[in-house]
């Protein structure tokens, strides 16, 4: 059966799902997106994604077409149409397409809201029992990082090397500090058991899983520091380790082909993923 998308009010099959080639996240990345897992068939943490979709689309003065109730609906009816049951529900929300290509915001346009589908075995993911291997690259994105925005260029070469590195994520560095990776929230365990992550702020996304594995270490009393760290701090650290949507929590190995520790995921990454899938599952909608 074809997968099916969802545009503009509509549920449609994949290859069916069009906009116009004027939309304005086509022409300008005038848009905001949101990465939502699913697990067993329900949405994780959605209200922290949806909340910050709200905040995004709020920065760039953009309103988005539905509710937030009647997203999360739309969200839960497309999981349905697919069948999923793990994944993820990618969404997208753009300023519309206007009748040409002006840079200021178009009047009277109607925002363009698509959301698609896809599968993926989070909890069970191989790279969750080794670990994976970073790179770090110059961070060359805009100085507004907290809007989730679909300007992803810096991060596509970013990842694209890493990928070409037979590495699986980015590290982003600025002013000899980690910002964040391509696509996930970075962590460091120091050797006095602290967990250090980047503090919010506009240099950075404010990850939903972020958030979430802070607020679960800090209610079980572990140590907790957001603060910016060096690529020499994390590999000096006793475990490193990312968080999003799309991976939960996940070990990081190695830095630039140099261990972290002995090269194997630690045990508190292990028990942050634990707890993690824990509150994912309790929390699902
Ligand atoms: N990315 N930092 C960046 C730059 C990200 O793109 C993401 C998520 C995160 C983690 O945020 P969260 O925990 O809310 O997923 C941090 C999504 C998954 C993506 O682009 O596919």
């Known amino acids: 059966m074809e997968q099916i998308a969802y545009v503009n009010g509509s549920f449609v099959p994949l290859s069916e799902a069009k906009v116009s080639i004027l939309d304005r996240g086509f022409l300008f990345a005038d848009g905001i997106y949101?990465?939502?897992?699913?697990?067993?068939?329900?949405?994780?943490?959605?209200?922290?994604?949806?909340?910050?979709?709200e905040r995004s689309v709020?920065?760039?003065?953009?309103?988005?077409?539905?509710?937030?109730?009647?997203?999360q609906e739309i969200q839960q009816e497309l999981v349905k149409r697919n069948n999923l049951v793990n994944g993820m529900v990618?969404?997208?929300?753009?300023?519309?397409?206007?009748?040409?290509r002006d840079f200021a915001f178009p009047k009277d346009v109607k925002p363009t809201l698509i959301m698609f589908t896809s599968t993926k075995d989070?909890?069970?993911?191989?790279?969750?029992?080794?670990?994976i291997n970073v790179i770090t690259v110059p961070d060359l994105r805009w100085t507004r990082r907290d809007i989730k925005s679909v300007a992803l260029l810096a991060q596509v070469l970013a990842k694209q090397a890493a990928a070409a590195a037979g590495a699986g994520e980015a590290w982003m560095i600025e002013?000899?500090?980690v910002t964040e990776g391509g696509s996930s929230s970075c962590f460091i365990l120091?050797?006095?058991d602290v967990i250090v992550t980047r503090q919010n702020g506009s240099e950075i996304l404010p990850g939903c899983t972020r958030k979430a594995v802070v607020a679960l270490?800090?209610?079980?009393?572990?140590?907790v520091e957001e603060r910016a760290f060096s690529v020499e701090e994390a590999l000096a650290a006793k475990e490193a380790f990312i968080t999003s949507a799309s991976l939960f929590v996940q070990a990081v190995v190695s830095i630039d082909g140099k261990k972290v520790a002995d090269g194997k995921p630690g045990p508190m990454t292990n028990r942050l993923r634990e707890i993690y899938v824990e509150f994912a599952k309790a929390t699902a909608v």
């Not at 990618?90 to 040409?100: I, P, S």
């Not at 270490?217 to 140590?223: C, M, S, T």
Request: charged letters at 30%; zero cysteines; hydrophobic letters at 40%.
């Open 90 to 100: 990618y969404l997208e929300v753009t300023r519309g397409a206007d009748t040409g």
């Open 217 to 223: 270490a800090e209610e079980r009393q572990l140590r």
């Open 175 to 177: 002013d000899g500090k």
């Open 34 to 53: 949101e990465v939502a897992a699913v697990l067993d068939g329900k949405l994780i943490d959605n209200a922290s994604h949806l909340a910050r979709l």
């Open 190 to 192: 120091t050797q006095d």
């Open 122 to 131: 989070i909890v069970n993911a191989p790279s969750a029992k080794t670990g």
């Open 58 to 71: 709020g920065e760039i003065q953009l309103a988005l077409p539905e509710t937030i109730a009647r997203i």
